[in-house]
């Protein structure tokens, strides 16, 4: 068996959730004098490749250490959804399900396709990556809870719209930018689509039934979509934690792992050395053109 890295580099460029504290790291002692180099790092939990946990959101829910091994490494699915959606778009449960096989109780993971706008990546916009995204509304919400998913993954900012968060007061230009999308494809306004019912229905919504969610997955995910594999999230084992910066990893057989280190060795890689498809963000921009055009 080997492993798949699903989890993107953490270093003081890392962006963290709009407001939340990004990576500070300070040096306590170094090898000279002190024999040895110390660091003290200060950050919020909400920072790279993280799990939020039940209780960011719900009281009464599981801290990060009550989450167990079954519960974060099981069988699941990665979807593609970059050539369904594009800047401001709405996935659907049906777009899921066109494209790869989701089964009771699974951990799903969900591409995108914008984290090739993230930080380590050569075309890196972090308004796009964190703003712009597509989410899904409380359908595709009632069809996660239908199929007792044991968590969801994305390779985005956040498993919300991001115009269904406060990021739609925080950035007034971009709201306007997606009023004219949803007017345009869904002959609604934002706040008609994202009223106040649903705000911010998956984390509100899913975290009281058990389902939660890592946000800012990717790493090698290109080698991996709308197919099924086992999948794990480990997190610190941290009483009290409402989430948890972790590291996600698939796990596929050794022969596989061959063909699929074959496969990345012919693809244009990050600066950190992740494999990258760039024919994911020509289809979010041509999308995206034709949502706005």
């Not at 790493?219 to 910066?245: A, K, M």
């Amino acid at each position: 068996m080997k492993l798949i890295d699903l989890t993107i580099p953490l270093g003081i460029g890392t962006p963290p959730w709009p407001t939340y504290e990004a990576l500070q790291v300070k040096y306590f002692k170094r090898l000279a004098p002190n024999g040895a180099n110390g660091q003290i790092l200060t950050h919020s939990n909400h920072l790279g490749t993280h799990l939020d946990g039940e209780i960011h959101f719900h009281t009464s829910g599981k801290d990060i250490a009550e989450l167990d091994m079954d519960f974060l490494v099981h069988d699941g699915a990665v979807v593609d959804l970059s050539d369904a959606c594009g800047d401001y778009d709405i996935y659907t449960s049906q777009m899921v399900d066109e494209r790869v096989e989701v089964k009771e109780g699974d951990i799903l993971i969900i591409h995108t396709g914008y984290h090739h706008f993230g930080w380590d990546q050569p075309g890196a916009d972090e308004v796009r990556y964190m703003v712009k995204h597509p989410g899904p509304d409380r359908e595709f919400a009632e069809w996660a809870k239908a199929k007792k998913l044991r968590w969801l993954g994305v390779d985005c900012g956040s498993a919300d719209h991001p115009m269904n968060t406060i990021i739609r007061t925080w950035m007034p230009r971009q709201a306007r930018e997606a009023e004219k999308v949803f007017q345009k494809k869904f002959g609604k306004s934002l706040e008609q689509v994202f009223d106040d019912d649903k705000y911010q229905l998956m984390h509100l919504e899913m975290f009281p039934h058990g389902i939660i969610h890592a946000e800012c997955v990717a790493g090698d995910i290109d080698l991996l979509i709308n197919r099924r594999v086992q999948i794990g999230f480990f997190p610190w084992r941290f009483v009290d934690g409402e989430s948890s910066i972790g590291r996600c990893v698939a796990f596929v057989d050794d022969d596989e792992y061959e063909d699929l280190m074959k496969k990345k060795a012919s693809m244009p890689k990050t600066k950190f050395g992740d494999a990258y498809d760039p024919t994911h963000v020509e289809s979010i921009s041509k999308l995206s053109d034709l949502d706005r055009s």
